[in-house]
């Protein structure tokens, strides 16, 4: 060592710069320092999750205990109370569903029974169609075919036909392509015969609807128009069908003076 240490004493001169030492660290801050920043491993993740989920099913369980801590602490007359508010909603909801089935067993019924009288209505309408001659008819029965070379058939002739026809039940008929009706008339003599007005010529051709068993019966009993016929030098010939097809129309015609009676 030097004269000059030995002087100073080893002190720092004025002028010279103090030399840096290492500081200690105070406890919070070496607890700062240990975390953070954080360092979080995945087992400490799983953990976390784990803890999480025990801790929400926990705070559920505690709330739904404490909704049903006010039922346990209420009086008797209090839940005796809150049982008959219980039953008289159920009662009012089973009177409301009753009386909505009742209400839809009516409008069944109701529409069924709408639906059945649509039905007769339609079905009442084709049958007076039918009669009237202004819809077409088809079904069992037979062809009446009548040749007169000699046009020895008189108007009259054909009329006992047609009312031999009808007495046998005969439900649709048509001459010649004239639709036969309740007012139907022939008129005129051999060789110019008209059905109601209309003219029509040999052979005579009757198109009839109706069971062929009584039908044809009918035009052959002895001294019937068949014989008639036989003796004008008429021929006759009869033959059944399982479906004739009488599609000749009349136009419907409105009433000049009836009125229906029906409210």
Partial sequence: MSNDDEFTGGREQPGEQP???????????????????????RAQLIV??????????????????????????ARQEDLVRILDEVDDRSQRLE????????????????SDQAEEARKQTVEKERQ?????????????????????????VEADKLL??????????AEAIEVNGVRVVANTYF???GGAIKVDGRKISAPYVFKVIGKPQ????????PGGIVQTLEKEQATVHVSQAEDIVVDALRPAERPGYARSSAQ
Wanted: hydrophobic share 40%; proline share 5%.
């Fill in 95 to 110: 009177d409301e569903k009753q009386r909505l089935e009742n209400q839809r067993t009516e409008l069944e019924n109701s």
């Fill in 160 to 169: 006992d036909a047609l009312q031999e026809l009808r007495a046998a039940g």
């Fill in 214 to 221: 009584d039908l044809e019966p009918a035009l052959n009993i």
């Fill in 19 to 41: 030399v840096d030492a290492p500081q200690e660290l105070t406890g919070r801050q070496r607890l700062i320092a240990g975390v953070w920043p954080p360092r979080i491993t």
């Fill in 48 to 73: 976390a999750v784990l803890l999480f989920v025990l801790g929400l099913g926990l705070a559920i369980q505690v709330r739904s205990n404490s909704d049903n801590s006010a039922l346990r602490g």
């Fill in 128 to 152: 007076l169609g039918i009669l009237a001659g202004t819809v077409a008819a088809h079904g069992p029965g037979i062809t009446l075919t009548i040749n007169d070379p000699g046009d020895a």
């Fill in 187 to 189: 008129s005129g003599d």
